[in-house]
Nanobody, 118 residues
């Protein structure tokens, strides 16, 4: 069974940065595209960034140029560097495998809260 453990969230001011990490266990990590999703209060969960098995990244327009996704296949981790944070980035962030349709593949972890507020 795949387990996903997210960390690195916190409270920051607009314009600041955070780096999220996700540890993946129970799967052959290198076989899957991985992604970061987020869910803001009252909104649906959305995919904001994904990275293929060959390390090709894809970003939602709302985070393009500000967020950078990366993966470490040796340590089964996926990270999200978030710069120039905005209040609208406030959400719970989750990592998960991503299938060809952009849908999540595994059960969700607990997520990590990111709050951007002055």
């Amino acid at each position: 069974q795949v387990q996903l453990v997210e960390s690195g969230g916190g409270l920051v001011q607009p314009g600041e940065s955070l780096r999220l990490s996700c540890a993946v266990s129970g799967s052959i990590f290198v076989l899957y595209s991985m992604g970061w999703y987020r869910q803001a209060p009252g909104k649906q969960r959305e995919l904001v960034a994904s990275i293929s098995k060959s390390h090709t990244p894809t970003y939602a327009d709302s985070v393009k140029g500000r967020f950078t996704i990366s993966r470490d296949n040796a340590n089964d981790t996926v990270s999200l560097q978030m710069n120039s944070l905005k209040s609208e980035d406030t959400a719970v962030y989750y990592c998960n495998g991503v299938d060809a349709d952009g849908l999540s593949m595994f059960s969700w972890g607990q997520g990590t809260q990111v709050t951007v507020s002055s």
